[in-house]
């Protein structure tokens, strides 16, 4: 599925039931790839594997298992590090 990085933003935001006014875009930086698309053509013809969930299905899950692994506290406090400052 082609998705931009912001869709995927907003639909973990969406997930998480967090809704914020506004995001921040940091215009100051180098515009990277507006969106992936990745190919699972290859996957296919020499695995025989293909996707079993969508993208939506797959971040849900991640999500859950994230939420009943790790803390959500830790998670929210190293959240601006992990996205901004590497």
């Known amino acids: 599925e082609i998705t931009t990085v912001f869709d995927a933003a ?6 998480l039931g967090h809704y914020p006014d506004s995001f921040y875009f940091d215009k100051t930086k180098p515009e990277g790839v507006q969106a992936r698309a990745a190919s699972v053509k290859n996957q296919n013809s020499w695995l025989s594997w293909q996707p079993k969930v969508s993208f939506r299905q797959g971040l849900e899950r991640t999500i859950q298992w994230y939420l009943e692994n790790r803390s959500l506290t830790d998670a929210q406090g190293a959240i601006k590090y992990r996205l901004f400052d590497r």
Request: glycine share 0%; charged share 15%.
């Open 10 to 15: 907003k639909l973990i935001c969406s997930i």
